[in-house]
């Protein structure tokens, strides 16, 4: 499976941004798809995750500012991202699992390449 993200950008704080992560290869829908970013100087962090029975979860830090959706037919994963604040700012990358709804990162296989994310105040 390779993972191609984008949508990433600069933005003012309050404003929003769309990631998408497109897949290609032995794709199907028995992957968990997820978003984790990574901070100058910080460790890489769980953000949303979408399993393949299409439940969710966030980290309590985007929780009811970002949504996590996906397009089968597409093969395509999105996070909507609204409310943005200077410290969403990082690196977020899309990964995909075989394992159903994990957060921890160390139990996804595949990941894109990061798309880098940047909010102004």
């Known amino acids: 499976v390779q993972l191609q993200a984008s949508g990433g950008g600069l933005v003012q704080a309050g404003g929003s941004l769309r990631l998408s992560c497109a897949a290609s290869g032995r794709t199907g829908s028995t992957y968990t798809w997820g978003w984790f970013r990574q901070a100058p100087g910080k460790e890489r962090e769980f953000v949303s995750l979408i399993s393949w029975g299409s439940r969710t979860d966030y980290a309590d830090s985007v929780k009811d500012r970002f949504t996590i959706s996906r397009d089968s037919r597409k093969n395509t994963v999105y996070l909507q991202m609204n409310s943005l604040n200077p410290e969403d700012t990082a690196i977020y990358y899309c990964?995909?699992?075989?394992?159903?709804?994990?957060?921890?990162?160390?139990?996804?296989?595949?990941w894109g390449q990061g798309t880098q994310v940047t909010v102004s105040s």
């Open positions: 990964a995909a699992s075989r394992l159903n709804f994990v957060r921890d990162s160390n139990q996804y296989a595949y």
